[in-house]
């Protein structure tokens, strides 16, 4: 059942589900329905919000309305579990799309995500990019917040500060005795392969800046799992930067070591999400804060010695 205007509840549908037959399926109704729906509001509203193609995409003035739309899913769940209360306590039917780094994701978020869907029963459609960029997310209203490191608030938007991620250059023994038996300079840099996540991941780049200002081109290998890059640093792939929390288990165990203990570099994330009075953000807001602080460092403790 939804409150919201059918004409809204189709354009979400659309965008969430990617075709206007696959929205359909979900509303229980035709696809020629959603599509008189779309037609209706993009006549009522004077603007093209949904970019036929496959999968379906907003225009600009689409994302203007998602990011409006999406806090009013959220406070129309929250008004039915009023009116509904011996449903509050079932999964939700629709997810609460949220936007997180890949560390992240494989580190502490994840056991945020089970203490919210074990005491509220909220479902989770998480969309894993870059931290420089999972802003981009929520700017375009397909999400309701973010794990970003932008500290500076969207417009609407409440900004919550998590703590620090802290990073250590890594590589296996032999590597590093190989390529950084003398330190890591522009000239060792320029020939000792690295790992970066992709090609939006500015993590590496911006580490190696702080040791020089030279304009290196070092060998690259594009590997876009955080795990996977310790692996792949321990069997000597290359040299690159490692979550402290991702790389313990591996410099446990002998696989990898830190190629300079005197150099690190933090990242501090924030969370950023509609300003609303929802129960809902509060309550994902709330756990986000209370993991992060008991995996990330302080955003206070800023190490950086060395850079």
């Known amino acids: 059942m939804d409150l919201l205007h059918p004409q809204l509840a189709a354009f979400a549908a659309i965008i969430e589900e990617g075709s206007f037959e696959s929205a359909a399926r979900r509303l229980a109704v035709t696809p020629s329905a959603v599509s008189q729906r779309i037609k209706a509001l993009e006549d009522r509203l004077g603007q093209v919000l949904v970019v036929r193609q496959a999968p379906c995409k907003p225009t600009a003035a689409g994302e203007r309305l998602l990011l409006r739309l999406r806090p009013m899913q959220a406070l129309e769940a929250e008004a039915m579990a009023d009116f509904l209360p011996q449903e509050a306590r079932q999964p939700r039917a629709r997810s609460i799309a949220v936007a997180v780094n890949d560390d992240s994701l494989h580190t502490w978020f994840l056991t945020a995500l089970a203490r919210l869907h074990d005491e509220h029963g909220y479902v989770f459609d998480v969309r894993v990019d870059d931290q420089d960029h999972t802003l981009d997310h929520l700017r375009e209203g397909a999400v309701l917040g973010a794990v970003t490191s932008e500290r500076k608030p969207l417009q609407g938007c409440n900004v919550y500060p998590l703590g620090r991620m802290r990073y250590h250059a890594i590589a296996s023994a032999e590597f590093a005795e190989r390529y950084f038996r003398n330190g890591m300079d522009a000239a060792s840099l320029a020939h000792a392969p690295i790992i970066v996540f992709n090609r939006k991941d500015e993590l590496q780049w911006r580490f190696v800046r702080r040791i020089t200002r030279a304009q ?82 302080r955003q206070g403790d800023a190490n950086q010695p060395g850079l």
């Open 216 to 297: 290196l081109s070092p060998p690259i290998h594009y590997l876009p799992t955080s795990t996977g890059f310790v692996e792949a640093a321990g069997r000597g792939l290359g040299w690159c930067l490692a979550q402290d929390l991702l790389a313990e288990p591996a410099l446990a165990a002998g696989q990898i070591v830190i190629i300079d203990e005197g150099r690190t570099l933090d990242v501090p994330l924030y969370w950023q999400c509609a300003s609303v009075r929802s129960s809902t953000l509060q309550h994902i807001s709330d756990a986000l804060r209370d993991v992060a602080a008991l995996s990330l460092h």
